[in-house]
């Protein structure tokens, strides 16, 4: 009788140990639940220029066509955050001179990290740009 109460307390300890063994698996193995993309702004797809942009300062996100393609871009540099310039051809950094391509690309350092692509999502008439 002593012994098959032994038993299962042995038993129970057991199952207690693999639950708590699975909860930390469960908590480290899964990927943290992503975080709810809000609209940033709202870009009316007849404004955008059919090669070119849209900036938005305050923003700091342009919104550009190339080639057929739109995409939103944030502007912020991946060096130390300062808010990039948008030129035809290439996104310049004006506090160290990272220089990206029109894709945000690094093409010269001392960022290197690409600038980030924001979600763009259609909208009817309208791009909302998601953050
Ligand atoms: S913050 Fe842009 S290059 Fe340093």
Request: contains cysteine; positive net charge; glycine residues 10%.
């Amino acid at each position: 009788m002593e012994n098959t109460g032994r038993e299962r307390r042995k038993l129970l300890k057991g199952l207690a140990g693999a639950c708590a063994l699975g909860l930390l698996l469960w908590r480290f193995l899964l990927p943290p639940a992503q975080a709810q993309q809000k609209p940033l702004l709202r870009v009316r797809r007849d404004e955008l220029p059919a090669k070119g942009g849209l900036i938005y300062r305050e923003a700091r996100v342009a919104v550009l066509q190339d080639a057929g393609e739109i995409y939103a871009l944030s502007l912020v540099c991946t060096h130390l955050g300062c808010t990039v310039k948008v030129t035809p051809n290439e996104l310049i950094c004006p506090c160290h001179g990272s220089v990206f391509d029109r894709q945000g690309r690094v093409l010269k350092g001392p960022a290197r990290g690409n600038l980030q692509r924001l979600t763009l999502e259609e909208q009817g008439e309208s791009l909302v740009v998601l953050a």
